[in-house]
């Protein structure tokens, strides 16, 4: 009688404990799951916008918990003005709710003239360039001889065509001291003619000291100096470099395509 006592008190312990230890594994479970849920159930795949109007595109976004970002706009002869050229994160890519998709939009072809404002100080070339619906981008200086904010070059140059953003960066001088007098951060001149080339050159001090035709007919070296090219070339290479040390007196080698 008191085995049998025993091994049903034994018994039952051994239920009671299973019975916990099943109700905890449940517990744990359960935990899991609901925790893969909240976090699995907070993300979401990036749709493509590419092609869709900026309001459409919104509204796409907004509908799946994201949030639209237009970061730029520029000019495109495949898309039409006001729809998306880009996104980051690209389509298919998982991100959580709430995350920003950054788009560019479209300004559609180019249909304004890059005015010059080449010897403009700094304020009336701002307007100039505002007044043809374009932005002031990025200005830099440059230690030159002269007035003070008056623009050395732009980019892009004069009634470019094909450009991408509205926007025309300036490089302005700025009054030579000590400290700057003895070098500075070598411009481009490429892209531009060979008189405005040798103009700007001038304009910092430098001077051109020859150039050659990018694709010159294949002959035999000569010892004469090759004839002067037509003023109205395209200059498509410098030495020295973007970029590169420079300094005031240097020669610089061009290369133009007649």
């Not at 700025?174 to 050159?201: C, H, N, W, Y």
């Amino acid at each position: 009688m008191k085995i049998t006592i025993s091994i049903t008190k034994i018994n039952q312990f051994f239920y009671a404990a299973f019975s916990i230890m099943a109700l905890g594994l449940m517990i744990l479970l359960v935990t899991f799951i609901t925790m893969r849920l909240a976090i699995h159930g907070g993300q979401v795949e990036v749709p493509n916008l590419v092609g869709m109007t900026a309001d459409d595109a919104q509204k796409t976004l907004h509908g799946m918990g994201l949030n639209l970002l237009l970061i730029n706009r520029f000019y495109s002869t495949t898309i039409p003005a006001g729809h998306i050229i880009s996104q980051t994160p690209s389509p298919g890519v998982i991100v959580r709710h709430e995350w920003e998709v950054r788009t560019i939009e479209s300004l559609g072809p180019q249909k304004v003239s890059i005015p010059s404002v080449l010897g403009m100080t700094e304020r009336p070339a701002t307007i100039a360039i505002r007044k043809v619906s374009l932005d002031v981008g990025t200005l830099a200086h440059l230690p030159a001889a002269g007035d003070a904010d008056t623009v050395l070059a732009q980019t892009p140059p004069p009634n470019a065509g094909g450009v991408d953003s509205p926007r025309v960066s300036l490089l302005l001088s700025q009054k030579e001291d000590a400290r700057t007098a003895a070098g500075f951060v070598m411009p481009s001149v490429t892209g531009i003619t060979l008189d405005a080339a040798m103009s700007r050159l001038s304009s910092l001090g430098m001077y051109a000291i020859s150039w050659e035709p990018a694709n010159p007919p294949s002959q035999p070296a000569q010892p004469a100096a090759p004839a002067p090219l037509p003023l109205g070339s395209i200059v498509v290479g410098q030495v020295p470099a973007v970029g590169h040390r420079a300094f005031r007196g240097q020669g610089v080698k061009l290369t133009v395509n007649p």
